[in-house]
C-alpha cells in the first residue's frame, strides 16, 4: 500500500474530523502518502484530490462538520459517474481507500469496489447510528447529548405551562437517537420508525393526565411511520379533543449534527480511523472498521448494509416503565 485516499461522504457528523486526522495521522506513521477528496463521491468525479499533511489535521480534533466537506451524489449512482471517479484515483495511483459515512456511503462503496476492485475500509460516521457491524456510530453520542440538553430546556417550559411537548428528532430510518434522548430526558413516549407506534394508547394516557402528571414530553423520529412530530400531534391532539391541553411541537434538526464531538466520539473516530488504515495494511477491504463490546472488528460491507441492528428491547421498556 503506496497511497490512499480518505473521503467523507452523507450528512456530517461530529467527530468526523477526528477520524480524518487518525486516517492522515496512521497513514504518515506507515510510509504511506495519504489524499483528501473533498465533497465526497461528488469531489471523487470532479477530481478534487489533494495531498495531506499530518499539519493538514492539526487543530480539528475538537471541531464538527469535516474540514473534506460532504455531499449527497447523484452522479456516483451511475455507473459513467463511479468510473470517471476511477479514473481520477487511477490517475494518481491511489491504491487504497477510506470511507467515512453512513449506510448510503457504504452502499456505494460496495458497490464501487465490486467494479473496479481498488480496496476500501470504511468508518461509521453518521448521527443515526443504524450501522451493523459497530455498537455506536461516530458523532451519535454527541448528537444525543445535544438533544438531551434541548429536552430538558423544553421540560422547564413544559412544566411551567402544564403542556404537552412533541419534539422531533433526527432518524430518516433509525430511531436510535429518539431512544436514547428519550430515556435520558425522562420522556413519557418514544416514537420510533423500528416499532409499531400505539398512537390510542398515547391519546388515552393523555387523556387522563391530569390525574397524574400535568405535562409531557414525546419523543418523535423523523422517520417514524406515523409521520413527523407536527403530523403526529395534530393527530394525537384531535383526538384528545380538549380544549385545557396545550400542544406544542418543537423539531430540534440540525442542531443535532453540529457541535463539538464528545469525548466518546473523539475516541471512537479516532480509533476506527486508525484501524481503517491498519486494517488496508493488513489486506482487509470491502468492509467497516468498527467496535463491538469494547473491541475494534471488520465487519462486511454487506453485513454492514444488510443487516439489522434492532433497538434493545430493555431501552423502549425502560421507557415505558420508568413514566408511570
Ligand atoms: N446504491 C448506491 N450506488 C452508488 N452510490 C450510492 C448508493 N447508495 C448511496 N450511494 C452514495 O452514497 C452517498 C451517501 O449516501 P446517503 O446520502 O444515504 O448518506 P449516508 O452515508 O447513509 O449518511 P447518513 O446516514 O448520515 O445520511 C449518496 O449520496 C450516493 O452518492
Ligand atoms: O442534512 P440533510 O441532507 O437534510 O439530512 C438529514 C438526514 O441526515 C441524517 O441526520 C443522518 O445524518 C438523518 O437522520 C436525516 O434525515
Redesign the pocket.
Known sequence: MKKIAVFT?????PGMNACIRAVVRTAIFHGIEVYGITY???GMIAGNIKKMQSHSVSNIIQRGGTILKS???????TKEG?KKAYDQLKALEIDGIVAI????????AK??FEEFGIPTVGCP????N?IYGTDYTIGFDTAVNTALEAIDKIRDTAAAHDRIFFVEVMG?DSGYIAVECGIGGGAEFVMVPETETDLKKVVKSLKNLRKSKSSSIIVVAEGDEEGNAEVIMDQVKNKVNDEDKEFKVTTLGHIQRGGNPTARDRVLASRCGMAAVDGLISGQSNCMAGVVNGDVIYTSFEDCIGKTKPIKGDHLKLIEILSI
Open positions: 461522504s452523507g450528512g456530517d457528523a465526497g463521491y461528488d455531499a449527497r451524489s447523484e452522479e456516483f449512482m463511479r459515512g453512513g449506510d448510503g456511503t457504504f452502499t456505494g458497490v464501487f460516521g453518521t448521527i443515526d443504524d430518516r
